[in-house]
């Protein structure tokens, strides 16, 4: 009962930041946008499928740290130790939630590219890339079921393979929550030749874009790395923000429909 608790405050305390995060970055996209704004229509959508997605999701990675526990107590912990002697002071937690989202990061991007391969999975992911003005209410714009897919797929081998100091929360863990607003945001940045060592919004919007030349790019969660390394890295051009969606697909306007997509796809 302790830990369904923990699970319900911690959703109550995650639909404020959201807000939080969207009025921030929201303010930045009027001031400096990429493309046009989206309208009040699409951000009450992304609100509606943010919200299924936060129960879930929550939900998910509650079953997800269970999950992880387990394995570790079976295996008496991971096959390569990389624990941090000093996770002490904000600068060792942050380094552990650094390393821990480095080594989230390599096995986040083979999940994501097999999403966009496998048709099962690009049934479930879909809806995220459907969007067609992505900007900071993106973020959270995923499936409810997505996360639980992750358990098998990159929860179970981490625990397999590492034993990790635990990712902190706190002022550390609030750096890469907001990082992933801040690369979804409609913000006319460029990073330039940094593009490859950072996601940031215009190396996002290359990974949702509809037109064909990017198909298949930019899959890495926080650190392009992995797309270097295995080939499927695009460098932007200055000033190239691309038009986002999925093209001939029809469009969906309601949290039902939003909720039942890859279930009526596997129908099919």
Do not use: C
């Not at 911690?10 to 946008?33: D, Q, S, Y």
């Not at 937690?93 to 966009?116: M, S």
């Not at 039942?260 to 596997?266: I, Q």
């Amino acid at each position: 009962m302790s830990e369904l608790m923990k699970y319900a405050s911690g959703l109550l305390v995650a639909i404020p930041m959201v807000l939080v995060w969207w009025l921030a970055f929201g303010v930045l996209e009027r001031l400096f946008p990429a493309v046009e704004h989206k309208p009040p229509r699409g951000w009450l959508f992304n609100f509606s499928t943010s919200v299924l997605y936060l129960i879930g999701g929550s939900l998910a990675g509650f079953g997800s740290v269970i999950v992880g526990d387990k394995v570790q107590h079976y295996l008496h912990g991971g096959l390569i130790d990389l624990r941090l002697r000093n996770t002490d002071g904000f600068v060792g937690r942050f380094e552990a939630t650094l390393l821990f989202f480095f080594i989230f990061d390599f096995f986040y991007y083979w999940f994501h590219r097999y999403q966009h391969k496998l048709p099962a999975l690009w049934a479930i992911h879909k809806l995220h890339h459907m969007d067609e003005g992505i900007n900071v209410s993106t973020n959270l714009r995923h499936h409810w079921i997505e996360d639980l897919v992750r358990i098998p797929t990159i929860v179970v081998p981490m625990a397999i393979l590492f034993d990790l100091s635990p990712r902190s929360g706190g002022p550390a863990g609030m750096v890469f929550a907001g990082w992933t607003y801040f690369f979804h945001s409609n913000l006319r940045l460029n990073l330039g030749r940094f593009s490859w060592v950072f996601n940031a919004p215009q190396t996002l919007r290359i990974h949702h874009t509809r037109l064909p030349e990017h198909y298949d790019k930019t899959f890495a969660e926080f650190f392009p790395i992995s797309d270097v390394i295995f080939g499927t890295y695009f460098h932007p051009r200055r000033g190239e923000f691309p038009p986002t969606g999925v093209p001939d697909e029809p469009a969906i306007s309601n949290a039902w429909d939003a909720a039942v997509l890859p279930f009526r796809a596997w129908r099919r």
